[in-house]
């Protein structure tokens, strides 16, 4: 395996600390693509007029959220949503190298909240009680705090930040009457 680009790219500490500066380099040239790209769900999301199918995405969250509540309703248990926001969403500046990497898709628009505040107050508006970390997880990023790993999981601060949204909720759920 040492001699394949794939191993080097995920078991080398030296390419893992070089490899994000030089990245960045290279696709801002466009002589390169992302080697974390964005699925086609976040980035239709991420559109200034998203396509089809993330409309229809939305509406089969419902749906199953929907089917989720009744069960939880009929099993006598509290049902809290957590959003998790995407990297880009909630990082202005992982939302600029995104936008960056895609010169040609940029004159289409991209917006980095206005889905993801859409959807927060959509399920609201359902009824839905929603706990939405990411002005949190934005102000972690800027704190210097990455609240994400590199390829968008959330690191420790990110998982701190939704504990800290979860243990009140989870504390009221369970001393409901």
Excluded: K
Excluded at 145 to 155: C, F, I, K, N, Q
């Amino acid at each position: 395996g040492v001699l394949r680009p794939a191993y080097w790219l995920g078991a080398s500490s030296a390419v893992q600390l070089v490899l994000p500066g030089l990245e960045e380099r290279l696709v801002r040239r466009g002589w390169i693509e992302p080697f974390v790209p964005a699925n086609r769900m976040v980035t239709g999301m991420l559109r200034s007029s998203p396509p089809p199918y993330v409309g229809i995405g939305r509406a089969h969250l419902s749906i199953v959220l929907g089917r989720l509540r009744e069960r939880c309703g009929a099993l006598g248990a509290a049902m809290v949503v957590l959003l998790i926001p995407a990297a880009v969403q909630a990082d202005e500046r992982r939302f600029d190298r995104f936008v960056e990497a895609r010169p040609a898709a940029a004159r289409d628009g991209f917006e980095r909240r206005r889905f993801h505040d859409r959807l927060a107050a959509g399920l609201r508006e359902e009824g839905f009680v929603v706990l939405d970390p990411i002005d949190r997880l934005e102000e972690a990023a800027r704190d210097g705090d990455d609240p994400y790993l590199r390829e968008g999981h959330w690191s420790a601060a990110g998982h701190a930040v939704a504990a800290d949204l979860l243990v009140p909720a989870v504390a009221r759920a369970l001393h409901r009457d």
